[in-house]
């Protein structure tokens, strides 16, 4: 059977007749793409994902228990000067790098570009969430007498907005030969009656695999071989989007040197006890982040004897890992959760849609479903003050608004100090 004929099988056997009719349409040169798209394209497993979205979410009976964390606000002095000692020694010797995972869409904040390109109106003269990152670490630079290298992941579809708007804008000072952009896998997109979408190149629509995706990717790019040559020992790994992110904190890292862990994380108390935010725990012993929708109302209400939550420490996208660390989870399959998006598309009248509402399913892995491949982590409480401010909604809670605000106020306690 000729390569077309093959594709034309699978796609009847999937049920996407539409994208038969498309290759019909198509020039040669752009047949020929579609056809090479559709042969790497895993059928079997994007139907099975869509099927899933149509089942209630199975919830297992697991053994939950409390995790340990210490509180940075409440470390006594010989343990803050032991930890910062610690992370300090590894940062100046150069063997520390960090990730920024920017291939997301970005759907809800809907800026007309890659997120870190969005700028956040600051101090009157704004500032882009790129800049910002690079301020953080460039601080941290200065404090370390060192260069952090810095690898940025940006997906197929973002990346040249990425690159470009980076270029244009000179790293914003970073050293351009410290800086790594690689780029992410992706999935195609599903509608709500398990049709692909179609983009306007003419070409199966898809989009990042979400950040779960990032260790593979890591592994892949060649980034991670890139780590080992340059003898980094720890890899810190971040969102774009949290305009208080601290990249570069001794205190988080001495703390996982000094207990021997290979993953750490920054978390912040829940806001309230039923806050949507994931929660960490241990599930059947390992480190897990446990979503809300699964943690049973009696347990999101615990408290232990000094009244603290016992499932508080929420998850935000601030997390350390030794490069074995790395390794280890790039080899693991994680699994995948569907999201429901906003996604515009062609339709087979040729023209674009581009939808108001949710309109397709995104099937991504999660950075923190790979927890439970360790047998611990040490978590470090934060302040939501000085370590959380999300630019996720246009509106809203976690939108430039907020953001904003929570920035400025922090800065203006720094200056005061
Ligand atoms: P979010 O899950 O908040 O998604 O990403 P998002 O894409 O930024 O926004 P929405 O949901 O479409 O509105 C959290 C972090 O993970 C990165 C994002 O760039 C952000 O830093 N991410 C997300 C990736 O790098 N790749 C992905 O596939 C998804």
């Not at 340990?68 to 000692?85: H, P």
């Not at 205190?251 to 207990?259: P, S």
């Not at 611990?376 to 401010?389: C, S, V, Y």
């Amino acid at each position: 059977m000729d390569k077309e004929q093959e594709a034309i099988e699978i796609l009847k056997k999937y049920n996407q007749n539409h994208i038969v009719n498309l290759l019909n349409k198509l020039d040669e040169v752009k047949k020929q793409e579609l056809l090479d798209q559709i042969n790497r394209i895993d059928f079997g497993q994007i139907m099975e994902l869509y099927d899933n979205t149509k089942k209630e979410i199975e919830i297992k009976e697991n053994k939950i228990e409390s995790i340990d964390y210490l509180d940075k606000a409440k470390l006594s002095k010989e343990q803050r000067e032991k930890f910062d000692t610690l992370g300090e020694e590894l940062i100046r010797s150069g063997k520390y790098a960090v990730v920024t995972m920017a291939g997301g869409q970005g759907t809800r904040l809907g800026h007309n570009g890659p997120k870190g390109t969005f700028k956040l109106d600051v101090y009157g003269k704004g500032k882009y969430l790129f800049e910002i990152l690079k301020d953080n670490l460039e601080e941290a630079n200065k404090k370390y007498d060192t260069v952090i290298p810095w690898y940025i992941m940006t997906s197929k579809e973002n990346n040249q907005a990425t690159v470009d708007f980076l270029e244009k804008h000179n790293y914003f000072g970073y050293p351009k030969e410290a800086v790594t952009i690689f780029t992410q896998s992706e999935l195609p997109l599903v509608d709500t009656e398990g049709k692909l979408l179609i983009s306007k190149d003419m070409k199966i629509k898809e989009a990042s695999d979400g950040n779960g995706g990032t260790y593979s990717s890591l592994r892949a790019s060649g980034s991670l071989a890139d780590m080992k040559n340059k003898g980094i020992k720890w890899v810190f790994i971040g969102g774009v989007d949290n305009v208080l992110l601290k990249m570069a904190d001794v205190t988080l890292l001495g703390m996982a040197i000094d207990k021997g862990v290979q993953i750490a994380s920054k978390s912040v108390v829940k806001a309230n006890p039923h806050e949507k935010v994931g929660v960490f725990c241990k599930m059947n012993g390992h480190p897990k982040v446990i979503e809300y929708a699964e943690l049973p109302e009696k347990m999101a209400e615990e408290v232990d004897s000094d009244g603290e939550l016992k499932y508080g420490e929420s998850h935000i996208m601030c997390n350390l890992y030794t490069i074995d660390a790395i390794e280890k989870a790039s080899k693991e399959p994680l699994i995948y959760h569907s999201a429901f998006k906003k996604n515009s598309y062609i339709d087979e009248n040729g023209k674009e849609v581009v939808p108001s509402e949710p309109n397709s399913y995104k099937f991504e892995s999660f950075i923190f479903d790979a927890f439970e491949f360790f047998d611990d982590i040490a978590i470090l409480r934060g302040k939501r003050e000085d370590d959380f401010a999300p630019v996720k909604n246009r509106e809203g809670v976690d939108s430039p608004k907020t953001a904003k605000e929570l920035y400025e106020k922090f800065w203006n306690r720094q200056n005061k100090k």
